[in-house]
């Protein structure tokens, strides 16, 4: 689906737009590469030094209103300097960040587009540069072909522990080739270092930033459309994140991750071992702080008093909006509601009463190393969605903001047999095909733009290589009658949830459903009499491969430019989880797991047609809508009172499995 759509996209704009796709991902590449220097490409930094953004407006449909503001505070002196740490949590930082984006967006075609991020590269601060040109390559249709490069090849700054920079810095000065080791942060003192590979995977910070790239918190229509669904999806996300980390602990015989609680001590600590590339180390925080109101940002009792509101909301079943009026939450589209009023992002009905509860949180809980600017040091982890999956009080973050969801979710009224049952479909069987297994091996990424360097030395290799969790291949195998006289369109949604807690107390059936991880979900064409489908683990529609590294990409697009097939169509979203995270890393005994396949109308739940010709599917949704009209986590998403409604349901299949993991570990050569 992701392809057809590709070239669904790349055909509307081919006719205002005659610049190839090849051409568009070299420019892309060379905007990005070494990003604290010079412009590498002749071609583009020839235009970087002769273009005049304000010289013909007619290139910009917003007649040129976003590049004037840049341009002014551009010529007054007021923005950032370069060689200077940025952060979307700080507002002046993100407002001028979004005016690069405004002008981005705003331009009609290519030339225009990368002429302006060329000229405008020399200018702006890096992380504000490396932010707005990210963001409008999402949203932009003139870029829907691009596939952008990793963040930890950017800046492997924010994602690579000091020690290894430090190293990548010395063999660039003695110009040796140098390939150095990464570690996870802590020591084995720490409990919190058994899962610190799920934290501190690159991958998955990749994913969350580029959810948050995909769904920002500032977005308003006027930049292109409305985000469908977007409270929901911010939900979703980071409910799928929680209950995959409690996962991984269970995994490790940890106990889940308890909630964050403002009246009580951050009983763990972090020390993220990494600097910024300008601006000095992120700061620590030891074990047992107690939190304090942060200046400028927040006190404590106001988090209190916005949590208590957006409680009171959930009771009532209603929030205010700015006018006084009450809008409805009762009902399946409460949560995405709920969830603009969380984070809050600009569809948020009344911040002012509701304010910011996870915005905020993020900046108060990034500043408890020094609350009262004592110190100046530069902002946390938590204050850069690339980072702050790094430290474990993310998820205790987190964990308290899904329990105020699961209130809303569990104040609606449990879904009837008549919601749930599709009738004439029967799941005869359902087992999987392959161990469920999970191995560890090293993954190497390139650390080239980390270093300092002139045009005038030659390039060495270095790069650093680190464990990562990954899975064996497995396929589930699900045998489905259709008793209907015709062929029926069907939504195959299948989750997982660990069986019992760190000690070995079963999890009831209504526990175990809001633990669910969802592992697949996808539509096809159930014949009339037997269905036998085996789907492959890596083609989880809730996933995406990793994003190609920056010397794959001037592979890919060399091969492009000739003409030949590159495979950069398989790489145009990063916005899911990685596929290697699909199962959680079990242990050698056998995490069991609670299996579950549930067989949906897929004519009746699709936004969009054409969902079962492909296996892909698209999580930010297509031209603005989201495919599924179901809730995320539909059927598991609402209180059971009674299990054996699910297990009396002909379309319902539920198993034990085990998930293991043999302590393997493919090492780098």
Same mark, same amino acid.
């Given at each position: 689906?992701?392809?057809?759509?590709?070239?669904?996209?790349?055909?509307?704009?081919?006719?205002?737009?005659?610049?190839?796709? &090849?051409?568009?991902?070299?420019?892309?590449?060379?905007?990005?590469?070494?990003?604290?220097?010079?412009?590498?490409?002749?071609?583009?930094?020839?235009?970087?030094?002769?273009?005049?953004?304000?010289?013909?407006?007619?290139?910009?449909?917003?007649?040129?209103?976003?590049?004037?503001?840049?341009?002014?505070?551009?010529?007054?002196?007021?923005?950032?300097?370069?060689?200077?740490?940025?952060?979307?949590?700080?507002?002046?930082?993100?407002?001028?960040?979004?005016?690069?984006?405004?002008?981005?967006?705003?331009?009609?075609?290519?030339?225009?587009?990368?002429?302006?991020?060329?000229?405008?590269?020399?200018?702006?601060?890096?992380?504000?540069?490396?932010?707005?040109?990210?963001?409008?390559? @999402?949203?932009?249709?003139?870029?829907?072909?691009?596939?952008?490069?990793?963040?930890?090849?950017?800046?492997?700054?924010?994602?690579?522990?000091?020690?290894?920079?430090?190293?990548?810095?010395?063999?660039?000065?003695?110009?040796?080739?140098?390939?150095?080791?990464?570690?996870?942060?802590?020591?084995?003192?720490?409990?919190?270092?058994?899962?610190?590979?799920?934290?501190?995977?690159?991958?998955?910070?990749?994913?969350?930033?580029?959810?948050?790239?995909?769904?920002?918190?500032?977005?308003?229509?006027?930049?292109?459309?409305?985000?469908?669904?977007?409270?929901?999806?911010?939900?979703?996300?980071?409910?799928?994140?929680?209950?995959?980390?409690?996962?991984?602990?269970?995994?490790?015989?940890?106990?889940?991750?308890?909630?964050?609680?403002?009246?009580?001590?951050?009983?763990?600590?972090?020390?993220?071992?990494?600097?910024?590339?300008?601006?000095?180390?992120?700061?620590?925080?030891?074990?047992?702080?107690?939190?304090?109101?942060?200046?400028?940002? &927040?006190?404590?009792?106001?988090?209190? @008093?916005?949590?208590?509101?957006?409680?009171?909301?959930? &009771?009532?079943?209603?929030?205010?909006?700015?006018?006084?009026?009450?809008?409805?939450?009762?009902?399946?589209?409460?949560?995405?509601?709920?969830?603009?009023?969380?984070?809050?992002?600009?569809?948020?009905?009344?911040?002012?009463?509701?304010?910011?509860?996870?915005?905020?949180?993020?900046?108060?809980?990034?500043?408890?190393?020094?609350?009262?600017?004592?110190?100046?040091?530069?902002?946390?982890?938590?204050?850069?969605?690339?980072?702050?999956?790094?430290?474990?009080?993310?998820?205790?973050?987190?964990?308290?903001?899904?329990?105020?969801?699961?209130?809303?979710?569990?104040?609606?009224?449990?879904?009837?047999?008549?919601?749930?049952?599709?009738?004439?479909?029967?799941?005869?069987?359902?087992?999987?095909?392959?161990?469920?297994?999970?191995?560890?091996?090293?993954?190497?990424?390139?650390?080239?733009?980390?270093?300092?360097?002139?045009?005038?030395?030659?390039?060495?290799?270095?790069?650093?290589?680190?464990?990562?969790?990954?899975?064996?291949?497995?396929?589930?195998?699900?045998?489905?009658?259709?008793?209907?006289?015709?062929?029926?369109?069907?939504?195959?949604?299948?989750?997982?949830?660990?069986?019992?807690? &760190?000690?070995?107390?079963?999890?009831?059936?209504?526990?175990?459903?809001?633990?669910?991880?969802?592992?697949?979900?996808?539509?096809?064409?159930?014949?009339?009499?037997?269905?036998?489908?085996?789907?492959?683990?890596?083609?989880?529609?809730?996933?995406?491969?990793?994003?190609?590294?920056?010397?794959?990409?001037?592979?890919?697009?060399?091969?492009?430019?000739?003409?030949?097939?590159?495979?950069?169509?398989?790489?145009?979203?990063?916005?899911?989880?990685?596929?290697?995270?699909?199962?959680?890393?079990?242990?050698?005994?056998?995490?069991?797991?609670?299996?579950?396949?549930?067989?949906?109308?897929?004519?009746?739940?699709?936004?969009?047609?054409?969902?079962?010709?492909?296996?892909?599917?698209?999580?930010?949704?297509?031209?603005?809508?989201?495919?599924?009209?179901?809730?995320?986590?539909?059927?598991?998403?609402?209180?059971?009172?009674?299990?054996?409604?699910?297990?009396?349901?002909?379309?319902?299949?539920?198993?034990?499995?085990?998930?293991?993991?043999?302590?393997?570990?493919?090492?780098?050569?």
């Amino acid at each position: 689906m992701k392809v057809l759509v590709l070239l669904a996209l790349v055909a509307a704009a081919a006719a205002a737009d005659d610049i190839s796709a &090849a051409q568009k991902q070299h420019e892309v590449n060379y905007m990005l590469h070494k990003i604290y220097g010079n412009i590498r490409d002749p071609e583009l930094k020839k235009i970087a030094d002769t273009f005049d953004p304000e010289a013909d407006l007619s290139h910009y449909s917003d007649g040129g209103n976003a590049v004037h503001v840049l341009m002014k505070d551009y010529k007054d002196q007021k923005l950032l300097e370069q060689k200077h740490f940025f952060s979307l949590f700080n507002a002046r930082h993100r407002e001028e960040a979004l005016m690069l984006f405004d002008v981005l967006i705003h331009c009609k075609d290519w030339k225009t587009f990368i002429s302006n991020a060329a000229y405008f590269r020399q200018i702006v601060n890096e992380g504000e540069f490396v932010y707005g040109f990210y963001v409008a390559i @999402i949203h932009s249709p003139l870029a829907t072909t691009v596939v952008l490069p990793p963040l930890y090849e950017v800046t492997p700054h924010l994602f690579t522990n000091s020690e290894v920079i430090e190293a990548a810095y010395r063999a660039q000065q003695i110009q040796t080739p140098g390939k150095f080791r990464s570690s996870f942060t802590g020591t084995k003192k720490n409990p919190e270092q058994r899962v610190a590979y799920f934290g501190e995977d690159i991958g998955l910070n990749t994913h969350h930033v580029t959810w948050h790239m995909e769904f920002p918190f500032w977005w308003e229509d006027k930049y292109s459309h409305k985000l469908d669904r977007k409270g929901e999806n911010f939900f979703w996300v980071h409910h799928q994140l929680t209950v995959r980390f409690d996962a991984e602990r269970l995994s490790n015989h940890l106990d889940p991750v308890e909630e964050l609680d403002w009246n009580k001590p951050i009983n763990h600590g972090f020390a993220p071992h990494t600097t910024y590339k300008y601006g000095g180390q992120f700061p620590s925080r030891p074990d047992n702080v107690h939190f304090e109101d942060v200046d400028d940002v &927040a006190r404590i009792r106001d988090m209190i @008093i916005i949590d208590s509101r957006i409680r009171d909301a959930i &009771a009532h079943g209603y929030v205010i909006d700015e006018e006084g009026k009450h809008i409805d939450i009762q009902n399946e589209h409460g949560i995405d509601i709920l969830g603009d009023v969380i984070e809050s992002s600009m569809y948020s009905p009344n911040v002012q009463y509701y304010g910011a509860l996870h915005n905020t949180a993020h900046i108060v809980l990034g500043r408890q190393a020094d609350p009262h600017g004592k110190y100046d040091l530069p902002p946390g982890v938590l204050e850069h969605f690339e980072t702050a999956t790094r430290d474990p009080s993310f998820f205790r973050l987190h964990k308290y903001m899904d329990n105020i969801f699961k209130e809303h979710k569990d104040s609606l009224p449990p879904y009837t047999k008549d919601e749930l049952e599709f009738p004439g479909i029967v799941i005869d069987n359902l087992c999987t095909e392959g161990e469920l297994a999970t191995y560890f091996e090293d993954f190497e990424y390139d650390l080239i733009n980390a270093v300092d360097d002139t045009e005038k030395i030659k390039d060495v290799p270095i790069s650093t290589y680190v464990p990562r969790l990954n899975h064996k291949d497995f396929a589930f195998k699900i045998d489905i009658e259709n008793h209907n006289h015709e062929d029926k369109m069907a939504v195959i949604r299948i989750f997982a949830w660990p069986h019992a807690d &760190a000690n070995g107390i079963e999890f009831t059936f209504d526990e175990g459903r809001w633990n669910a991880i969802e592992l697949d979900k996808f539509w096809t064409v159930l014949k009339e009499g037997t269905n036998h489908i085996v789907r492959d683990g890596r083609d989880s529609a809730v996933t995406v491969p990793d994003v190609p590294s920056f010397h794959s990409l001037f592979q890919m697009t060399e091969k492009a430019q000739n003409g030949l097939r590159s495979g950069l169509e398989e790489f145009v979203s990063a916005t899911g989880l990685p596929n290697r995270f699909i199962l959680p890393k079990g242990n050698h005994e056998g995490l069991r797991m609670d299996l579950v396949v549930i067989v949906t109308d897929g004519e009746a739940d699709a936004a969009i047609d054409g969902l079962h010709e492909n296996n892909d599917f698209i999580h930010y949704g297509i031209k603005g809508v989201y495919p599924d009209k179901r809730s995320h986590g539909y059927p598991l998403d609402r209180h059971v009172e009674d299990e054996r409604l699910f297990e009396e349901l002909g379309n319902f299949k539920h198993i034990h499995v085990k998930i293991y993991n043999h302590g393997e570990h493919i090492h780098k050569e």
